[in-house]
């Protein structure tokens, strides 16, 4: 019976073990072969006669003596400048998250502590907007930006991008505000803290993997926007998924797929180092009630 049971257990791990490598290839197999191609040249990697001269690299062998190059990444970096639109990311996200966290730690608090029947509507009318394609809501802020003359400028893309991110942050943030007991505040309040001593030095250490969580999603949001910083950006400005866009040129204009290639690897790569770095923040600040409601 024991035995039965052993090789019962030992077949179920197996089976899962199997299945989760498989997961893991399938998932991982197109990141891999973009960055294994970035190393090649363009008729080597999307070549139509043989697919095996992705793999080989005979014409990357003709052209630069080596089965590998870094022209691609030479070319999107100095040769384009990628490293400017690196940069315009980087002062995108920082504000956006910076602004989203600190509006909607505040914001999230004061409605999960406040008990007004308008809350909830108020919250489902932060989730409809948010539900909203963000195209259809960028139209909007254009008249002022173009009557203004600051259309084009970074400032104009982190203020649409807070202001549609700004509902999604509220959401969530309330969800971990309210898996928090009430009764720390009022302790807090016992001890001689104000509402905002309390808030700051009582509530925030709780729920710090949530603002985390909160923090990557919007993070995630502005890095990876594509139809914001398109329509709001002038091409100076560009962050990097524009630049990307940009690489693989138009019906109109030529481009050049390496260096869109070896772009992609360069923004997909701190994307693996940020969510290894705060892995165990996420999975704390998801199972703390980050999906609740």
Known sequence: MAAAADRKSLGLRTMTVTFVVIWLICAAFPFL????????????FFSINNWSDALTGPRTQETYGSPFTGAGYEGAWIQE?????????????????????????????????SGRNYVFWLLIAALIFRAMPPITLVSGYLP???QYNVWGYLPTAI??????????????????????PKEL?????????????????????????????????????AYNDFAVTTMVLSESNRTMIPAIAA?????????????????VVSATAPLFLLVMIFQRQIVSGLTAGAVKG
């Open 185 to 221: 505040d009022e302790s807090a309040k016992v001890d001689g803290c104000t509402q905002f001593q309390a808030f700051w030095n009582v509530i925030i250490p709780v729920m710090w993997p949530g603002v985390i969580t909160t923090g990557l999603f919007s993070f995630l949001l």
């Open 159 to 180: 203020i649409v991008l807070v202001a549609i991110n700004q509902p999604f942050t509220l959401w969530m943030l309330h969800s971990f505000f309210e898996s928090i």
């Open 33 to 44: 072969w973009t960055f294994w191609g970035s190393f090649k040249v363009e008729l080597d």
């Open 144 to 146: 002022p930006f173009f």
């Open 81 to 113: 400048a990628f490293w400017r639109n690196a940069i315009n990311t980087a002062i995108v996200c920082f504000f956006v998250v910076a602004t989203s966290l600190t509006i909607g730690t505040l914001g999230a608090y004061a409605l999960s502590r």
């Open 247 to 263: 690489f693989l040129g138009t019906t109109q204009t030529e481009g050049n797929v390496m260096f869109a290639v070896a772009a």
